[in-house]
Structures are given as structure tokens and as C-alpha cells.
């Protein structure tokens, strides 16, 4: 068993691991653990800027945000989840369980979310704690291969560059195109345009995953069209 989930509050834990669906269906249950969501995120954007920022003293600002959102996105956390035993201890509903809850993104990096923050708690507060946690897992992230960094800020520099229509220079814009699944299982359809062009399309469970999506699929075609 990963050291994540030894608590000593055997309660805070099963709170951590209880999704609002569970709850909706068993009342009894008591409180789910989106409050215990939001600590955890808080946590988990503090220590991955501390860590980023104690590896790479060569890096500048802008490099090091990039670089913690790749940490932190939901992609990645969903696989931290999976490592430490998480996906097949979350209570779900029955309609999120039907939906593919086990394996949904979304429910993995908020459960991951929700158990470093009690973990935190059923440490007395003590982020050293969620650090010792925290570490090995972010170790275990392979470094960003040079263009990959960053797929929006890619594309914007192509697009100011090369997209000779736009005499002021807009950066690419964002659309939301759709929004569909349960609540507990939201998935968003983003589309990248330029002047009204549309270049990529991209899909989440958060808006900003389904952005950055949108941008790799820019790029992949421009790149098989030799424009890249």
C-alpha cells in the first residue's frame, strides 16, 4: 500500500476518497470531499512551484509556470492517482461508476487532489508531509522535450509570425464549443481560431486541458502540412 493512504483518521480518508455522487446516493454518508479538493490544489501548487523552482535555477518565470502546469494538469495527476492505488478506491455513484468513472481524468486528479489535502490534516498540518509525498512522484515526470513545453504558447508565436492577416497581431482565440457529460464527468470541446479560422480542436474534462489539446492539434496539422 502506497504511504498516501496510511491515515491515521481512517474517516479522513474515506471522506477524501467519497465523490459527491456517492453521497448524493447515500446520504448517510455525510460530506464528500471537494473541500478536501481544494486544499489539496492549493498544496499541490505550492510545493510543485517549490520544487520546480529548487531543481531549475536556470529557469526563468515564464518557464517554470509552464513547466508546474505540465506538472499539475490533469493528465498528469490523474496518473499519480492510478500510481498510489487510487482508482480502485474511489466511492462513486452508480451513474459515475456506468459513465467510466474508474478511469475518468477529471475524478482521478480531484480524488488526488482531495487525499493530499487530508493527508496534510491527518499530519497535523505539516506540509513537510505532503512534500515527502509529493517529490518522488514529481521525480518520476520526465522533463519536457524542448518544443513540447508549452503547445499554446507554441502556437501563438506561429500564429503572430506566419498568419499575415492579422495586422494587429490578436493572439489565437479560445472558443468553447460544447459542453457535455454528468456533472460529475464534464467534458469540454475547445476550438483554437485566428482571425476567425479555425485551426485545432481539442477536448477535456477542464477548460484548460481541452485548450492546451486544441493547440497540439493545431500544431500536428501544420506540421503535416509542412507549415511548421
Not at 77 to 85: D, M, N, P, R, S
Not at 179 to 207: D, L, Q
Not at 221 to 227: A, I, R
Amino acid at each position: 500500500m502506497h504511504k498516501l493512504l496510511i491515515f491515521r483518521d481512517e474517516k479522513l480518508l474515506r471522506r477524501a476518497l467519497t465523490h459527491r455522487s456517492y453521497v448524493n446516493e447515500n446520504p448517510r454518508e455525510g460530506e464528500h470531499n471537494e473541500r478536501l479538493e481544494f486544499l489539496g490544489d492549493a498544496l499541490l501548487n505550492y510545493l510543485s512551484g517549490e520544487y520546480l523552482y529548487n531543481r531549475h535555477p536556470e529557469k526563468g518565470e515564464d518557464e517554470l509556470t509552464r513547466r508546474r502546469s505540465a506538472l499539475v494538469d490533469e493528465k498528469q495527476l490523474a496518473k499519480f492517482a492510478i500510481e498510489v492505488g487510487l482508482d480502485s478506491r474511489m466511492q462513486l455513484g452508480k451513474g459515475a461508476i456506468r459513465d467510466g468513472g474508474y478511469q475518468n481524468r477529471n475524478l482521478l486528479s480531484s480524488t488526488f487532489e482531495a487525499v493530499l489535502g487530508a493527508y496534510y490534516l491527518d499530519n497535523d498540518s505539516k506540509i513537510e508531509a505532503v512534500r515527502a509525498i509529493v517529490e518522488p512522484l514529481f521525480d518520476s515526470v520526465p522533463e519536457p522535450i524542448g518544443s513540447n513545453v508549452d503547445s499554446q504558447n507554441r502556437f501563438q508565436q506561429w500564429a503572430l509570425k506566419n498568419v499575415h492577416l492579422n495586422p494587429e497581431r490578436k493572439p489565437p482565440e479560445y472558443v468553447t464549443i460544447s459542453e457535455s457529460g454528468e456533472p460529475h464527468a464534464r467534458e469540454f470541446t475547445v476550438e483554437v481560431r485566428v482571425n476567425g479560422k479555425a485551426y485545432g480542436v481539442g477536448k477535456g474534462g477542464k477548460k484548460q486541458d481541452a485548450r492546451k489539446a486544441a493547440a497540439e492539434d493545431a500544431l500536428t496539422k501544420l506540421e503535416t502540412q509542412g507549415l511548421l
